[in-house]
DNA sequence: ATATCTAACTAACAAGTGTTAGTTTTGTAA
DNA sequence: TTACAAAACTAACACTTGTTAGTTAGATAT
């Protein structure tokens, strides 16, 4: 069910807001002031503070799982799927800076749908361990813990939604070449 | 000026508890409770809240400072600068796991000492930045945009305080090696 | 014009917030 | 044992929090 009209409003001003100070700086008044009207307005489009991170966090968390499905059912090369992963993470993070945020901060102020979104973040996980461990043994991929690359690989892709709004007019096709050889290739000449 | 005594105790319970929920979620009762101690009794130790937020994120921010200066005036390479650099931030970064949830996610509740903290992260990046551009003009680092290597490689580091906690009985020495080989060779055959 | 719907409003609530003042307990040294 | 400092306590404060109840203004449809 896609919330529609001034609901989605209320959802973009809270992430913005979330963003700059976190869910828990962030105080129902301080959403409603931004948008101009009193904070007992929003209940007449919202159930509560905690409805507006759910589904912040929720819907983002949702379409990683979709992009990663996608990825490993292409039938492709462990490299050419971590690449895959690379565009998908620069996409939906370009276009979520704000929502990104509350996903990497906030996620533990979830309340009803924390294990769910658990859930969603270990089988993403577990799915790029998988990628990895396969590039290994067919020898795509050099032969160190894959733990490290796992994790290497996330933090830079997690901290996307930092780094692509301080560059006005980032070329995104550029930067994601770019980004895929420093990830993948490395910086050593 | 370091503090002593049950100071240390209730900087390293707000830390532990900061890094589980952030700074603002957490409330001075909670750090109390931590304490089998009444919130009130806290005063005789601390100045407010917000002192002790300051004083995590600072002190840590400094340690960095330091070792950044360290590494610059080392007559070096840029590749071997990198590698100094990999090595501060794991230990760093391993004997601060709490601390550096903090820096990383509660610094934008810095009120005083905001300012200075932003001074200081301002030049870390400008600092690691040089040592990949003169990497990039001596040859030694492949020409690719040097925002983009920095982005990558503050985010791994700066994500390590995430990682190494969870990986019980981590050999340091072993991780370090590792993750420099994955930064600066990348992971392609 | 009347009724309906949407979305704003005012007023208030119970609970929780950081912090202060003043007091009592506890441990140590004289 | 007495004196003193350290560190706990109780009680309270002024303010902020998310949220509810009930009401009003403005647009649209009959």
Redesign the pocket.
Known sequence: MKPS??KIEIITTASLLFKEKGY???????I?KA???????????I????ELLSHIIISLAEEFTTGMKAVINSETSSIEKLKKLVALHVFISSNNTQAMASLNNDWMHLEAQLDYYLQLRKDYEENLRKIIKDGIKNNEIIDVNPEVVLFSMLSTLRSLYVWIPKKEDLDIEQFTQDLTAVLLSGIVK
Chains 1, 2 share one sequence.
């Open positions: 009209g001034r828990s700086a962030v105080t129902m008044r301080d409603a948008m101009d009207i009193k904070a007992a307005s929003l209940y007449n489009h159930k509560s503070k905690q």
